[in-house]
Every structure is written in structure tokens, then in C-alpha cells.
């Protein structure tokens, strides 16, 4: 049977989506619990034990993302030539001392080189975890994928949130870096058992479906690269002009979305004047509105072939309700209204935006482009938080959130700027809708 034929088949069994995508959804939902836990951990009582000041806990919330620099672009070469498998394995094992350490530390600077040690060791994650899903789900397929995955945002903003709240308000913020940290160890245990890099080394796979995926990716990467894919150096990477503005694209979304995440709960607080432990259930429901707008817009860009489009719109959207928070802030439901709706359009835009590298360069280049990608747009991830403490620090809140949604503004204009070659061919989506009818 050939690769048309399976095109418009309603009988290729679907096991993928229920053995790949859960412990890689698991494993990221760990790694962002670790990465913001400190976000409840400062007004829950770090700051004032170690004496931290706004710019020093917006500098300890973005030096994570320099550390995060360093395993990118190796990590998506990894998962291209070797095994991402062992590769987050090991991060695993890295993210539970770490954040366990962490909730030991005695002074800020211990803090900053953690903060910058996690930041390393979780740098190759998302173009590891990006690459698998190339090598298991169909580009017809891929958006609906990698937003399930980045679901792990507010999947572990929902679990975070609350549990953070109560294990501060019961014991003490140390103890939520280290039974976080613990955590991993037990998500280590998920993932050693049950991933593989892809489906010719699955076991549990049938030869239909692995037929489908082998013959059906082979396809796609020969119709990108015209010819038989060969190695791609990092040269030639960023020689790519599209790479570059994909790489601005990603920063200042990033600015915005980290500087969001990381001074909600701080907002929230002084917003509302409550504890942490209500705080923590404040801080759910823009994560809960966050899936619903994962799904709605991947759903959508999956369904016309618009990517330019279908990011442009969340970025808008988020933008727009940030400014809101602060103008609207003498009403405290209305203000927090305006951050709920920021969450609703937080990662709206994060599952179509990674579709876009794989209908840009070939399997070969793709794994080093969403390093590159991802290392240098999560510089944002510093920026965001650091110029949020400065801010605050220097003038009001108000002053850094505003900066926040500038920042998302440049980024909705820069997606609509991007090449038209970025969206699926008419005739590409008219086959995947096909294909869904019969189904």
C-alpha cells in the first residue's frame, strides 16, 4: 500500500497518541513545575528570609533562561541522531537534585547558581520533546500534537498553582523544591518504561500503523528537501532569514509569556490582599482558559493551513488583556478578569508557532532550527521577568506590565510579517479534512 492510499484511510490505528504523548505531557508538566515553583516560593516567604529585592527575584526567575542557552541546539541533534529517550532521562535525574538543593539554599547567590545549574539541565527539553513528535505524528497531525504537548504550561500551572499554595501555607517554601524535586524521580520511572524515540523501535506498534508513519514522514521530508536529505550545519541554519525571524518571534513572545508566569502570583497577592494558599486557587483558572485556547486556535490553524495567522491572533489577544490588568486594575474582578484572558491566549499561539520548522526545513536541519529557535527566543524568558523587577523596582507594577504587552504586540506583528510558505497548501488541508469526514 502505498503512502497516498493511507492518506484517505480511516483504518490506521492510532496507538501513538495514547502511548507517546502522555509520558512526554508527564515529563513536561515536572519540568515546569521546577521551573516556576519559584514564582509562588517569593512571596511565599523566600524573599523575605534571604532578603531578595524585585530586581533580585526578577533576575533569579530569568537567569534560569541563560543556563538554558547551552543544551538546545545539542539536544535537538540528539534527538535527531541519538536518543532524546536517554537524553531527558538524564535531565530527569539533574532536575531532582537540583530543585532538592534548591530548597536548601542559605543566600541569593546560591539561589542565582541553581536557578542557572536548572535552567541548563532543562535547556535541551523542548527540542527534544518537539523532535520525537516529528518523528510520530504526520504534518497533518503535528499541531493538534504539539499543543497537547506545550499543554504541559498550564496543565502544570493548574497542578502548580494550588499545590504550591498549600505545601507553603502547611510547611514552608523549601519543602515545595524539595517534594517537587522528588517528584522527577517518579516521573523518571514513567518515562524510562514506556517512550521511544520512534516508531520502528515501539513494540507495542502494528506494521499498519508503523507503516503509515514510516512512508508517510519519508514522503514529507523528500517533498521539502526535493532530494535526499543530507547533514545541515549549524552554519547553515542560521544563514536561513526566515530562522531569524522566527528566533525574534519567539523572543518577545517569550518576554511576555515569563514575565506573565512568574509575577502572576506576585500580582495576584497584592491585587486581591489574600494568602497564598487562595493566591494558589486564584492563579487555576487563566491556566484552565489556557487549554481551551490551545485547543480552539490549533484546531483552527490545523483545519485551514493557517499558521501566520493562527499565531498572530493569540498574540493580539494576549497583548490586549495584559494592558487591560493594569487599566482596569481599581476593579479587582475586572482586573482579574483581564488576567484570566491573558491565560486563555498564554500558549494559544505556541503549538501552531513549532509546526512552522518542520514545514521549513528538513528533518535533518529542523532538530538543530528548534534548538536554535528555542536557545535564543528563551532569552525573552530572562528579559521578561528581569525587566518586570527592574521595573517595579525603578517606577510601578503597572510600568512592567505594560513593557509586557509591548513586547507581545511586536511579536503578533513579526508572525504576520513571516513568508507565506509558513501555512499548508490549499490542497494539502482539502486532503486532511477528507480524511477526517471519512473517518
Given at each position: 500500500m502505498n503512502t497516498s492510499s493511507y492518506a484517505t484511510s480511516a483504518d490506521i490505528p492510532r496507538q501513538r497518541w495514547l502511548r507517546i504523548i502522555p509520558p512526554i505531557l508527564i515529563t513536561c508538566i515536572i519540568s515546569y513545575m521546577d521551573r516556576v515553583n519559584i514564582a509562588f516560593a517569593m512571596p511565599g516567604g523566600m524573599d523575605q528570609e534571604l532578603g531578595i529585592t524585585a530586581t533580585m527575584a526578577g533576575l533569579a526567575g530569568g537567569i534560569f533562561f541563560l543556563g538554558y542557552l547551552f543544551l538546545q541546539v545539542p539536544g535537538g541533534k540528539i534527538a535527531v541522531h541519538g536518543s532524546g529517550k536517554k537524553f531527558i532521562g538524564w535531565s530527569l535525574v539533574a532536575w531532582a537534585v537540583i530543585s532538592v538543593l534548591t530548597g536548601l539554599v542559605t543566600n541569593h547567590y546560591q539561589l542565582l547558581a541553581l536557578r542557572f545549574l536548572?535552567?541548563?539541565?532543562?535547556?535541551?527539553?523542548?527540542?527534544?520533546?518537539?523532535?520525537?513528535?516529528?518523528?510520530w505524528f504526520p504534518d497533518a497531525e503535528r499541531g493538534r500534537a504539539n499543543a497537547i504537548v506545550i499543554m504541559f504550561v498550564p496543565i502544570a500551572g493548574i497542578i502548580t498553582a494550588p499545590l504550591s499554595g498549600w505545601i507553603i501555607t502547611a510547611l514552608d517554601w523549601r519543602w515545595l523544591f524539595i517534594i517537587e524535586g522528588l517528584m522527577s524521580i517518579v516521573v523518571l520511572v514513567l518515562w524510562a518504561l514506556t517512550i521511544y524515540d520512534r516508531p520502528q523501535e515501539a513494540r507495542w506498534i502494528s506494521e499498519a500503523e508503523k507503516k503509515y508513519l514510516v512512508e508517510t514522514l519519508a514522503a514529507?521530508?523528500?517533498a521539502i528537501a526535493g532530494k535526499t536529505v543530507v547533514n545541515a550545519s549549524l552554519s547553515a541554519v542560521l544563514s536561513d532569514r526566515t530562522m531569524w525571524q522566527l528566533i525574534a518571534l519567539n523572543f518577545f513572545y517569550q518576554t511576555g509569556i515569563y514575565g506573565y508566569t512568574l509575577w502572576l502570583p506576585t500580582i495576584l497577592k497584592e491585587l486581591t490582599h489574600t494568602n497564598m494558599g487562595q493566591v494558589g486557587m486564584l492563579a487555576i483558572l487563566p491556566y484552565v482558559g489556557a487549554i481551551a485556547g490551545m485547543f480552539l486556535f490549533s484546531s483552527l490553524s490545523d483545519r485551514t493551513g493557517k499558521r501566520k495567522l493562527f499565531v498572530s491572533l493569540p498574540l493580539i489577544?494576549?497583548?490586549t488583556c495584559m494592558f487591560?490588568?493594569?487599566?482596569?486594575?481599581?476593579?479587582?474582578?475586572l482586573s482579574y478578569a483581564a488576567l484570566v484572558g491573558c491565560g486563555f491566549f498564554l500558549q494559544s499561539a505556541a503549538g501552531v508557532f513549532w509546526t512552522i520548522p518542520a514545514r521549513l526545513f528538513s528533518a535533518e536541519m529542523a532538530g538543530g532550527a528548534r534548538g536554535v529557535i528555542n536557545a535564543l527566543g528563551n532569552l525573552g524568558g530572562f528579559c521578561g521577568p528581569y525587566a518586570v523587577g527592574v521595573l517595579i523596582t525603578l517606577y510601578s507594577k503597572d510600568a512592567g506590565v505594560y513593557c509586557l504587552a509591548i513586547s507581545l504586540a511586536i511579536a503578533a506583528l513579526m508572525a504576520l510579517l513571516l513568508p507565506?510558505?509558513?501555512d499548508a497548501k490549499a490542497s494539502s488541508v482539502g486532503a486532511v479534512n477528507a480524511t477526517k469526514r471519512a473517518a
Open positions: 536548572l535552567g541548563v539541565a532543562e535547556g535541551g527539553m523542548l527540542p527534544v520533546v518537539l523532535t520525537m513528535i516529528s518523528n514529507e521530508q523528500q489577544g494576549f497583548a487591560l490588568s493594569v487599566v482596569l486594575k481599581e476593579s479587582v474582578w507565506s510558505k509558513c
